[in-house]
């Protein structure tokens, strides 16, 4: 605890005293049913808050039935206060405060499960692809306002200490203070005071309503981060006014908007570094005299939160680290900050959001299973002789998990260093951070006392010869090079990342992987000085990358100058590449000098049939089995070593 003085030192927000200065701000989890809260919800939350967080701002609560737009999204009717009752019962018995936001997300309201049409200010979509909302009149607005009021009386009947009403994020009041979603030409559009207008309408109908029985504070994006939005002069301005006009518990500050990809910079994902907007955000705070100023995004670990903290912040987020592991705190106050499950931002959480599925986290497959896997796996009632073979992101998972429980595990790999896949990811541009995934699996399984052998292959007889009880066969993918035709031998992934020179070349990226691999070599030789081309057959550029990070990702690439292409085919002869689009009838001819072929991998599975005819028991996970993404390869490693 003496390591972060600011952190571990308690504060007073609207009169409530939270025992530090660390909190989980509100986050969708589609833990939902028929849009009610469930037993899900109340573990999730409850584990974070035994972890030692001060506060959690439980997830929004939609105030109005044109605003349930995701599938396992909580609504504010009436029949969701018996479990919200005891999702507050279990915060505040384990010693948290517990808040919840209440907010309408307007125009992006896909409510495409009630049919309803989303609403907003003007007739603009959120996205070129998004739906025309309908244009709320006045008998609209008041009628969102009484429902804000409704979700606020909702929140103080279930015994929530606070609420947070959303200015921000592009969501419905955010949309009707930013000039670049708000064109009304009545008392609501125009000026910024018009624009204020609503937004401060329903803050004073929740303050008037609850204010004295409730921590009343507003979420708002410091800046839009949108050609023409709200800005951050804008955000100190509204900072200012509601400091000093408002008696306001607090004010919740991030950054970004519901349009694209400003939304995927509210969840910066590795590639963003550490507090990436924690000037703009502490430039928001220097306007507040009197009300405390919290902060939400990328702080990574406990030494970011004592930077925001040192500069002036009263409390700070630290989310999608409490989903990688909701006991951070309580490991860095018993001085075991090593022991931490470190979040690498890679964002499959959000990803999973969004495609309407329940949420769950790559480092930490426990959340939304927090019922029945304690974050300490209980011990096994039958220990058994466990070999791992492969040391990548599965098996380095499936060792620590068995060997926690108590099961004498063994790893063997073949590389000389751990990590499979992680080895060569981590190469990439802004793709460092997933060492400390590698780094924090090997250092459990060093405490645990699990012997690792690396540096040689590993066969059959190697196994047999250990007489194991059951083995584990995580030996991943490999991807090998290939020639192409009119080209010759085309580089691979590991040569792009190996760290040679790119000035002045021209590369074209053959690309049938789609993934972060695709991204992360288009970028690194870009940024080397490369003129890069990639070539795909599919229609979507990165469509193996994360909606929220393929936003950012394309964004990055678009700006250091490489060509995407898609539904299009390159050919090459005598030194040029021709590449050829299904979507437009011209073609495009240039000299090129490397190319680049990112080809799918083959699952290495060849271990386990022998060893079948052997009569071991094996178990095959990760790439093993097939070729995918890091969330599948640890998620099998985990299940199984709770299974084993």
């Not at 030996?475 to 990342?497: E, I, K």
């Not at 000085?529 to 393929?550: F, I, K, M, N, Q």
Request: aromatic share 4%.
């Amino acid at each position: 605890m003496s390591a972060y003085p600011r952190v571990f030192s308690p504060v007073e927000i609207g009169g409530i005293t939270l025992r530090n200065r660390v909190f989980v701000s509100a986050h969708t989890t589609n833990f939902g049913v028929d849009f009610l809260p469930t037993d899900r919800h109340v573990a999730y939350h409850a584990e974070r808050a035994r972890g030692g967080v001060g506060l959690v701002v439980m997830e929004p609560l939609r105030v109005h039935g044109t605003s349930l737009g995701r599938a396992g999204g909580l609504s504010a009717a009436p029949a969701a206060l018996p479990v919200l009752a005891r999702i507050v019962e279990a915060v505040r018995a384990e010693g948290a405060a517990v808040f919840t936001q209440i907010t309408h997300a307007g125009r992006h309201s896909e409510n495409v499960f009630r049919r309803a049409a989303a609403w907003g200010p003007s007739p603009r979509p959120w996205t070129s692809s998004g739906a025309v909302p309908h244009v709320m009149s006045r008998g609209d607005m008041a009628e969102v306002r009484d429902a804000y009021v409704d979700a606020a009386r909702l929140a103080l009947s279930a015994g929530f200490q606070g609420v947070e009403v959303h200015f921000g994020h592009g969501h419905l009041l955010h949309q009707f203070l930013s000039p670049a979603s708000n064109d009304r030409a009545d008392a609501y559009g125009g000026s910024e005071e018009n624009r204020l207008r609503f937004p401060l309408e329903v803050l004073d109908a929740v303050l008037d309503a609850v204010g004295g029985d409730l921590a009343v504070g507003v979420r708002m994006s410091a800046d839009e981060l949108v050609d023409g939005g709200q800005d951050l002069a804008a955000g100190r301005r509204l900072a200012h006014l509601l400091d000093t006009t408002r008696p306001l518990a607090f004010l919740n500050v991030s950054v970004a908007s519901y349009t694209v990809p400003s939304i995927g910079h509210h969840v910066a994902d590795m590639s963003e570094g550490h507090t990436p907007y924690l000037a703009q955000t502490l430039a928001v705070a220097a306007e507040c005299a009197t009300t405390p100023v919290l902060a939400a995004c990328r702080f990574v670990d406990l030494d970011d939160a004592e930077r925001g903290l040192a500069g002036g912040l009263a409390a700070v987020a630290m989310t999608r680290a409490h989903i990688a592991d909701p006991h951070l705190l309580a490991k860095a106050a018993a001085g075991r900050v090593r022991d931490i499950r470190p979040c690498v931002s890679c964002n499959f959480c959000i990803g999973e959001i969004a495609g309407h599925r329940p949420m769950t986290c790559m480092v930490n497959p426990a959340v939304g299973n927090e019922e029945r896997w304690p974050q300490v796996p209980e011990p096994s009632a039958d220990p058994k002789r466990v070999l791992v073979v492969g040391g990548g992101p599965a098996g380095l998972e499936a060792a620590k998990i068995a060997a926690e429980r108590g099961h004498d595990v063994s790893l063997r790999e073949s590389a000389a260093e751990l990590g499979g896949q992680l080895r060569l990811g981590r190469r990439g541009a802004g793709r460092g951070h997933l060492d400390r995934l590698r780094d924090h699996q090997q250092h459990r399984l060093a405490a645990l006392g699990v012997p690792v052998r690396a540096g040689a292959p590993v066969t059959a007889e190697d196994v047999l010869a250990e007489r194991p009880d059951v083995v584990v066969v995580a030996t991943g993918a490999t991807l090998g090079a290939r020639d192409v035709p009119g080209w010759g031998r085309a580089l691979t992934a590991a040569d792009v990342l190996a760290g040679r020179s790119w000035v002045g070349r021209t590369v074209v990226v053959l690309d049938e992987d789609g993934g972060w691999t695709t991204s992360s070599v288009a970028e690194t030789a870009a940024r080397g000085g490369a003129a890069v081309h990639v070539v795909g057959r599919a229609g979507t550029p990165l469509w193996g990358v994360g909606e929220y990070s393929r936003m950012t990702a394309v964004q990055r690439l678009r700006d250091l100058g490489v060509q995407l292409w898609t539904s299009a085919e390159a050919v090459f002869a005598a030194g040029t590449a021709t590449v050829t689009s299904a979507l437009v009838s011209t073609t495009t001819t240039f000299t090129a000098t490397d190319v680049v072929a990112l080809d799918r991998p083959r699952a290495e599975d060849g271990l386990v049939a022998p060893l079948l005819d052997a009569g071991v028991p094996v178990h095959l996970i990760g790439d093993a089995v097939a070729p995918r993404s890091l969330l599948e390869a640890v998620a099998e490693g985990h299940a199984l070593g709770r299974a084993l």
